[in-house]
């Protein structure tokens, strides 16, 4: 399991000015994806949501921890922050970088919610789950990299069910509405404009007390009706901010689509009225000087954020879930530890069954026994002599006793082929 990395710059480490530049430097996926495979890693897949810009990489490491591959593994760590950070050059927080079956729990909770920025949203398992489909690796699949997201969403699942009021869909939604919506008594009266046609957008929309009659989408691209909201195109949005009291912007664009200087002349036509306008993109849809502009409340994700809000989530709700987690996590490690005893389990019935055959070759000679029925004959045998040793050696291996794994191979006087070295790190 030490072949597991993960570095990245989250939320935790980072404000939104921060995080914006390194999802900038992040955003050719394709070609971080290869840089990173380049750099070291055999597979690779980026997560790149509103609260993290991640790598999550496994290494052709020995499956055997040692000072060797630990210095391996930080090797490549230093090349992905490099490349996560492109050509920033301001400070953009603090890298987080966890290897080995740390960077696996952490796979695993956040998988869960329990990293994201309102703590139990799990809109990110969707975000997950196509990142492991655009992995890539050196050789084949990355299938060692889509095993453990299966499993870690898996998990996340089971951990939702058994703490179904932390986590569950919807939270930054519903925070990003609530936080609009303060200083309006008569939520139903709000007129309001949604940017962004896409997933939020239209959950926003869908949450929005007005969004029958008094809530507008506009996007990129628009379309009529066809069993949803209908679409207006973007060319509207200074007209619809003349008559709005709230305004989100959610979109993947990349990129400022309202400006300060749109904001101040709209402003400036609707005096006495106040506007609230909600950034829930990142990179930011806002220029963050809209924020100086006279009767605007300017939302960005950090201040939506728990931190930002203020909000306490139950602590020990948090703890008990992440235990959950947690515990899943060590359980999906025990078992993969466990598969490490294959070849000395492959290497340990061969010895035996070989031994078997000898022993029945010598025991027969002269009986005119075919040699498809001493073979059947010591397969048995050896199947019934190795069971023991196989089960001590799938549980020494699970939990990584090496003393255990090594008195075997003493025992049956195995040469240690079972632990090849395997070193391809460039």
């Known amino acids: 399991m030490n072949s597991f990395l993960t570095v990245g710059i989250t939320h935790d480490a980072a404000a939104i000015g921060g995080l914006e530049r390194v999802a900038a430097a992040a955003a050719d996926k394709d070609a971080l994806r290869e840089r990173a495979l ?12 509103c609260s993290r810009i991640e790598l999550h990489a496994v290494l052709d490491l020995p499956a055997y921890a040692d000072a060797a591959s630990r210095k391996a593994s930080w090797a490549v760590a230093d090349r992905l922050i490099g490349l996560l950070l492109g050509d920033c050059r301001e400070p953009v927080g603090r890298a987080t970088v966890v290897r080995g079956e740390d960077a696996v729990r952490h796979l695993f909770r956040t998988a869960a ?11 990110v398992q969707a975000q997950l789950r196509a990142a492991a489909r655009a992995a890539i690796a050196r050789q084949g699949d990355a299938h060692r990299l889509r095993r453990v997201v299966t499993a870690a969403l898996t998990a996340a699942r089971e951990t939702s ?61 628009s379309s009529a009706n066809g069993g949803g909201p209908p ?24 990129r400022r689509l309202l400006s300060a200087e749109l904001v101040r002349g709209v402003m400036q036509d609707r005096p006495g009225r106040s506007l609230t306008i909600v950034d829930l993109s990142l990179p930011r ?21 728990d931190r930002g809000s203020g909000a306490t989530p139950d602590g020990r709700a948090v703890e008990a879930a992440t235990a959950t987690a947690e515990a899943a996590a060590d359980a999906y490690c025990a078992e993969m530890r466990s598969r490490r005893a294959g070849p ?22 002269g009986m005119g026994l075919p040699e498809e029925t001493l073979l059947r004959m010591a397969a048995a045998v050896a199947g019934a002599v190795a069971h023991a040793p196989t089960v001590l050696a799938r549980q020494a291996a699970a939990e990584d006793d090496e003393a255990a794994l090594a008195l075997l191979r003493a025992a049956f006087r195995l040469d240690g082929r079972d632990r090849p070295d395997v070193w391809s790190v460039a």
């Open 113 to 123: 919610g329990l990293g994201s920025r309102i703590v139990g949203e799990v809109e």
């Open 38 to 49: 380049a750099a070291g890693c055999a597979e690779v897949m980026v997560l790149s949501t």
């Open 285 to 305: 849809n806002v220029d963050p000087a809209v924020a100086a502009v006279p009767g605007v409340r300017l939302l960005n994700l950090d201040d939506l954020g």
């Open 344 to 365: 000395l389990i492959a290497s340990l019935r061969t010895g035996v069954e070989d031994t078997c055959l000898e022993q029945l070759r010598r025991a027969t000679r």
């Open 161 to 221: 069910r058994a703490h179904p009021g932390l986590l569950r869909r919807g939270l930054l939604v519903e925070r990003a509405v609530s936080g609009a919506l303060v200083g309006h008594p008569d939520a139903q009266s709000v007129d309001a404009v949604v940017v962004g046609a896409g997933t939020m957008g239209r959950q926003v929309l869908e949450a929005l007390p007005a969004a029958r009659g008094r809530a507008a989408l506009l996007s990129r691209r």
């Open 231 to 254: 679409v207006h195109p973007l060319g509207e949005l200074p007209q619809r901010l003349s008559d709005a009291d709230v305004l989100f912007v959610a979109t993947s664009a990349g």
